[in-house]
C-alpha cells in the first residue's frame, strides 16, 4: 500500500497512520495542501473493506477539501482523517478519545470536524484530548440564532444563494417566485433549502428513501412528494441533489431535463467528463464544492470568531464566486468544474 504511487496522491504534504491498540484505532490522517492555512476537514467513520480503501478516501477528500477552501476564500488548507470503523457498532468514547490524541499530534496543523460517520457527541470527546477540533460546542448562527455545532444550515443558505445565482446567470431572473426545483433528499440540508426555496415563493417537488423526511416536506412546506426514480426527469427549473455522490451519471443524464443543477451533496458528477457533457446540453451545472461551501464557512467562523452578520455575509460570497465561475466558463467555452478548479488553484498555488 503505497502512497506516493497511490492513484489518488497530489503531492499531499503529510499522510500520517494512528493505531491505539487499547481502544481499537486505526485511523488515517491526510494533509493534502496548507499553503492557505491549516489543514481543516472532517473526520469520516466507515467500515472500509481495506486499508488501501480507506487511503484512497483520505487522499481524495483531503484534495477535495484544498480546492473546497480556497474558492469559498478561507484562511485554511485541505485535511481529512478516516476512522476504520462501523459507526453503528464499532464506537467507544476510548475510540475518541485516542482519535483526539492523534489528532492533538500534529500540534495544529490538521483541525478535525464532524463528517459521515461522526457528529456534535463525538467532537466533544476529542475535544477532551485537542482543542483543534470544530463542532463541538454552541455558537451564534449566521441566522443570529444559538446553535450546536451542526453546520447544515449554513450549508443550506449557501445552496439557496448559489441557486440565485444560477438562476440569474442561465434564466435571467432575478426572483425565485414560481420557480420550480426538484429537491433529491430532504435531510438535514434538503429540508432547510426547502424551507429557503419556500419563503422565496419556489414550487417543490421531493423525494427521499425516508418516508417521514418526504411527508414532512410535503406536509410543512406544501411540497409534492415524487417517487425516487421519478425526480430526475421532472421539467423543473432546478434540479437540487441534496441527498448522495455519484447521482449525475451517464443514465440519469438522459432523463435530466432541468437547465440547472444546484445542491448540497458532494461529489455529484460520477465522472469528472460529465462536467463537459453538461455544458453541452447547456445545463448549467454550480460545482458541488462551491455551492456546498456553507458548513465549511460555519466552521471556520466557529475557531477564528467573527460576527452572525459576517458569517452570513462570508456566505453570501458563495454566490459571487459561483457568478465568477459561470462568467469565466461562458467567456472560455470551458465547463464551470474547469474553471472552478483553475480558479481554486490560483488561489491556493499562490
Ligand atoms: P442527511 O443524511 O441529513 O440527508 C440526506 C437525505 O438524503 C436523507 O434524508 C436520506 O434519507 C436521503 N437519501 C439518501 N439516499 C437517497 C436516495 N437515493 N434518494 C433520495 N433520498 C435519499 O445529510 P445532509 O447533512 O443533509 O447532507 C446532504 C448532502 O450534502 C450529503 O451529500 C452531504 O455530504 C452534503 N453536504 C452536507 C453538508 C452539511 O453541512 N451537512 C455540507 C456539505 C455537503
Keep these: ?47 472500509y473493506a481495506s486499508d488501501d480503501e480507506a487511503l484512497r ?17 478561507l484562511p485554511l488548507g485541505g485535511g481529512k482523517a478516516v476512522i476504520i470503523g462501523d459507526p453503528h457498532t464499532g464506537k467507544s468514547e476510548a475510540l475518541f478519545q485516542a482519535m483526539g490524541g492523534f489528532v492533538n499530534s500534529l500540534g495544529g496543523r490538521y483541525i478535525t470536524a464532524a463528517d459521515s460517520g461522526t457528529g456534535v457527541a463525538e467532537m466533544q470527546i476529542m475535544a477532551e484530548r485537542t482543542r483543534h477540533v470544530s463542532g463541538a460546542g454552541q455558537r451564534e448562527a449566521f441566522d443570529g440564532g444559538m446553535r450546536n ?16 445565482a444560477a438562476v440569474k446567470q442561465r434564466l435571467g431572473r432575478d426572483d425565485l417566485y414560481g420557480l420550480k426545483v426538484a429537491i433529491q433528499g430532504v435531510g438535514q440540508v434538503g429540508f432547510s433549502l426547502a424551507k429557503h426555496l419556500k419563503d422565496a415563493g419556489a414550487e417543490l417537488w421531493v423525494t427521499d428513501i425516508v418516508e417521514l423526511n418526504v ?37 440519469t443524464l438522459e432523463a435530466l431535463r432541468a437547465p440547472i443543477i ?13 462536467a463537459q457533457e453538461l455544458r453541452r446540453r447547456e445545463c448549467l451545472y454550480a460545482p458541488d464544492y462551491a455551492i456546498n461551501a456553507g458548513g465549511i464557512i460555519d466552521v471556520c467562523y466557529e475557531r477564528t470568531g467573527g460576527s452572525a452578520a459576517q ?15 459561470f462568467q469565466r466558463a461562458e467567456l472560455e467555452g470551458r465547463s464551470t468544474v474547469e474553471i472552478a478548479d483553475r480558479l481554486a488553484e490560483e488561489r491556493f498555488r499562490r
Design 149 to 164: 455545532g451542526d453546520p447544515s444550515p449554513s450549508t443550506a443558505y449557501g445552496v439557496f444563494i448559489g441557486i440565485q
Design 1 to 47: 500500500m503505497s502512497v506516493f504511487s497511490h492513484v489518488e496522491f497530489d503531492h499531499h504534504e503529510q499522510v500520517v497512520y494512528g493505531h491505539d491498540k487499547a481502544s481499537g484505532l486505526k485511523a488515517i490522517i491526510a494533509i493534502h495542501n496548507s499553503n492557505l492555512g491549516p489543514a481543516l476537514g472532517g473526520c469520516r467513520m466507515w467500515p
Design 262 to 274: 444546484a445542491g448540497a451533496a458532494n461529489n455529484q458528477l460520477a465522472d469528472a467528463e460529465l
Design 311 to 325: 458569517l452570513k455575509a462570508h456566505i453570501e460570497g458563495i454566490g459571487e464566486t459561483l457568478h465568477l465561475i
Design 57 to 73: 478516501d483520505v487522499l481524495r477528500l483531503s484534495r477535495g477539501m484544498t480546492y473546497k477552501s480556497a474558492l469559498a476564500n
Design 215 to 251: 411527508r414532512r416536506a410535503v406536509e410543512q412546506l406544501g411540497a409534492r412528494a415524487v417517487a425516487q426514480q421519478d425526480i430526475f426527469s421532472l421539467d423543473v427549473d432546478v434540479f437540487a441533489p441534496c441527498a448522495m455522490g455519484g447521482i449525475i451519471n451517464r443514465q
